[in-house]
């Protein structure tokens, strides 16, 4: 994960999905994967924010949990994440 200030009140979101991980399909499912968990999570982020998801082999055949758990930790260390109600 990447991220840098963008100076707008409010956040966007990129994802990469390179070839190396495989073809179209595999692809197209980890990206939806990785929206998915950015959607989720965008409430708990603060805002003003440019965050470029870029997906690795380790990724590929993991369950939605995972890679939300993933998304979660990389916020967290970023310091874009909000604990505001205890999740």
């Given amino acids: 994960m990447s991220f840098a200030p963008n100076g707008l009140p409010y ?3 990129g994802f990469v999905t390179g070839k190396y991980l495989g073809k ?3 692809r197209n499912r980890v990206r ?3 929206k998915e968990s950015a ?3 965008h409430p708990q982020l603060r805002t003003g924010f440019d965050v470029v998801f870029i997906a690795r082999q380790p990724v ?3 369950p939605f ?4 758990r993933i ?3 990389l916020t967290q260390q970023a ?5 505001g109600d205890g999740t």
């Fill in 11 to 13: 956040n966007r979101y």
């Fill in 24 to 26: 179209a399909v595999i």
């Fill in 32 to 34: 939806r994967l990785l």
């Fill in 39 to 41: 959607r989720l999570l």
């Fill in 60 to 62: 590929i055949g993991q």
């Fill in 65 to 68: 949990t995972a890679v939300q």
């Fill in 71 to 73: 998304v979660k930790g």
């Fill in 79 to 83: 310091g874009i994440l909000v604990e």
